[in-house]
């Protein structure tokens, strides 16, 4: 199985703010690498996508980078509705997909 | 826009089976992968499995001996059967479609199945 790891699992920030989120594989996915938001309540919903690009839709303030073994989401400047926590998934191995414990993102 | 919905018993006692319909409209099921995967607090986001319109299957192996799916092309559903359920089985259970084998990019609601006698 390829192990997701996620940091910080929460952080504090303010409207405004640049945000960035971790992820990290037990063993490299060259670029297999998806990022998803969710609220409560909500089902995960899919920002970026191998790694850096963005899914229709999605505002420009996400983006993602990255590749093997590290990536990383940044938000560029947090709005309200981007309260929420957000998962990794790697896409390399399709015989088992799995997905990061999630950063939650809340109000400083 | 393609739309995806769960549905299917709530609870479910345990050592029985949990039996799950995903109805997909806005569009054809035909194409495309067809996903389950399911959330708890205690596992966070777990994928099950997923099946092609072809009928190829892929199972999470620590689910494998426990799933089935299938797909009914004709009316835009696929189906999820879980034998042997006990307490860990409780979660949200969510569909989703995977547009070209590496990414969900259509999920349906969620459907909590809470395992209790």
């Known amino acids: 199985d390829i192990q997701m790891t996620q940091s910080p699992s929460s952080l504090s920030a303010s409207v405004g703010d640049r945000v960035t989120i971790t992820c990290r594989t037990s063993q490299s996915i060259s670029t297999y690498l998806n990022w998803y938001q969710q609220k409560p309540g909500k089902a995960p919903k899919l920002l970026i996508y191998a790694a850096s690009s963005l899914q229709r839709g999605v505002p420009s303030r996400f983006s993602g980078s990255g590749s093997g073994t590290d990536f990383t989401l940044t938000i560029s400047s947090l709005q309200p509705e981007d309260f929420a926590t957000y998962y990794c998934?790697?896409?390399?191995?399709?015989?088992?997909?799995?997905f990061g414990p999630g950063t939650k993102v809340d109000v400083k | 826009q393609m739309q995806l919905q769960e549905s299917g018993p709530g609870l479910v006692k345990p050592s029985e089976t949990l039996s799950l319909t995903c109805s997909v409209s806005?569009?054809?099921?035909?194409?495309?992968?067809w996903n389950w995967i399911r959330q708890s607090a205690e596992k966070g986001l777990e994928w099950i499995g997923r099946i092609h319109t072809s009928g190829n299957t892929n199972y999470n192996p620590s689910l494998k001996s426990r799933v089935t799916m299938s797909v009914d092309t004709s009316n835009n559903q696929f189906f999820l059967k879980m034998t042997s359920v006990t307490a860990a089985d409780t979660a949200v259970y969510y569909c989703?479609?995977?547009?070209?084998?590496?990414?969900?990019?259509?999920w349906g609601q969620g459907t909590l199945v809470t395992v209790s006698s």
């Open positions: 998934q790697q896409s390399y191995n399709f015989l088992l997909f799995t």
């Open positions: 989703a479609r995977d547009l070209a084998g590496d990414k969900f990019d259509s």
């Open positions: 806005g569009g054809s099921i035909s194409v495309y992968y």
